[in-house]
């Protein structure tokens, strides 16, 4: 019975890793399309209003599911998390502006994105600082290469080339 059970627990924990594996490939190539089409299709278009219609497709989608899953009570915000709910919105709102805004400027598409993907490595080391434990050796070889790997694609010139 307890190995059934810890079997279960295991190959419940391997389908949700898998599933989370699955979500961020998916989450990058949905990424990938729409820079693509945004440097193909959409480029003149003003970065307020890329923002905006952004958004407005998010707010609609986000509406729709959480109507069709009945959200339980216990995944609502309580009290002082409405606060950095809100904050949290404002600061990916501000994010993805910045973002349009530099490929609207004539920033190079590839040299914005490379940039962007450093996303990953400024969220490890605030969470070091802010109390979410030091990386790993490893974890700062990868960082590092990370930040070369960067510095390699942008140019080292500390401009971003279109």
């Known amino acids: 019975m307890v190995v059934c059970?810890?079997?279960?627990?295991?190959?419940?924990?391997?389908?949700l890793m898998k599933s989370a594996l699955w979500f961020a490939i998916v989450a990058m190539l949905?990424?990938?399309i729409a820079?693509?089409?945004?440097?193909?299709?959409v480029r003149h278009i003003s970065a307020w209003l890329l923002l905006l219609v952004t958004d407005v497709v998010c707010i609609g989608l986000a509406a729709g599911f959480l109507v069709a899953q009945g959200v339980p009570e216990s995944a609502w915000?309580?009290?002082?998390e409405w606060g950095w709910l809100l904050l949290r919105g404002f600061i990916?709102?501000?994010?993805?502006?910045c973002f349009f805004a530099a490929f609207h400027y004539e920033g190079g598409m590839?040299?914005?994105l490379t940039i962007?993907?450093?996303?990953?490595?400024?969220?490890?080391?605030l969470l070091a600082?802010?109390?979410?434990?030091?990386?790993?050796?490893?974890?700062?070889?990868?960082l590092v290469l990370a930040l070369c790997a960067v510095w390699l694609v942008v140019g080292g010139r500390g401009q971003i080339s279109p």
């Open 110 to 112: 590839m040299s914005i």
């Open 77 to 80: 915000p309580k009290g002082g």
């Open 30 to 32: 949905l990424g990938s």
């Open 116 to 125: 962007f993907s450093l996303a990953p490595v400024c969220a490890v080391l």
């Open 129 to 142: 600082f802010f109390g979410g434990g030091w990386p790993t050796l490893r974890q700062w070889v990868g």
């Open 92 to 97: 990916v709102a501000i994010g993805a502006y």
């Open 35 to 41: 820079s693509v089409m945004l440097q193909m299709k």
């Open 5 to 15: 059970a810890l079997d279960v627990l295991f190959v419940q924990r391997r389908f």
